[in-house]
């Protein structure tokens, strides 16, 4: 059974840093990657990486600010968050997906975590 959890949420001044993890079980992926879903908007791409060429893409809004990286013998991805802003004020998912070339759009993964939240304060 796959299993997606995240963890590393909190809150934190404008400025400040975070560092999100994901931990997968259940199977090896692809691609593993990060959403954010701020109150009232819909669920936005933030980055993802490939598992095997350990490429790395960002949405413009955090690029700079959030370095993805990954442990492959943990099977665990980690999202380095600097700079924080309060437009960074999210519930924060992991997702991931078997397939190769799977890219920013959420209907293209298969499995989810369960959220967590970062909220930046002004």
């Known amino acids: 059974q796959v299993q997606l959890v995240e963890s590393g949420g909190g809150l934190v001044q404008a400025g400040g840093s975070l560092r999100l993890s994901c931990a997968a079980s259940?199977?090896?992926?692809?691609?593993m990657g990060w959403f954010r879903q701020a109150p009232g908007k819909e669920r936005e791409f933030v980055a993802r990486?490939?598992?095997?060429?350990?490429?790395?893409y960002y949405a413009d809004s955090v690029k700079g600010r959030f370095t993805l990286s990954r442990d492959i013998a943990k099977n665990t991805v980690f999202l380095q968050m600097i700079s924080l802003k309060p437009e960074d004020t999210a519930v924060y998912y992991c997702a991931a997906d078997y397939g190769v070339g799977v890219g920013e759009r959420p209907r293209e993964y298969d499995y989810w975590g369960q959220g967590t939240q970062v909220t930046v304060s002004s």
């Open positions: 259940g199977g090896t992926f692809s691609t």
């Open positions: 990486i490939s598992w095997s060429s350990r490429s790395a």
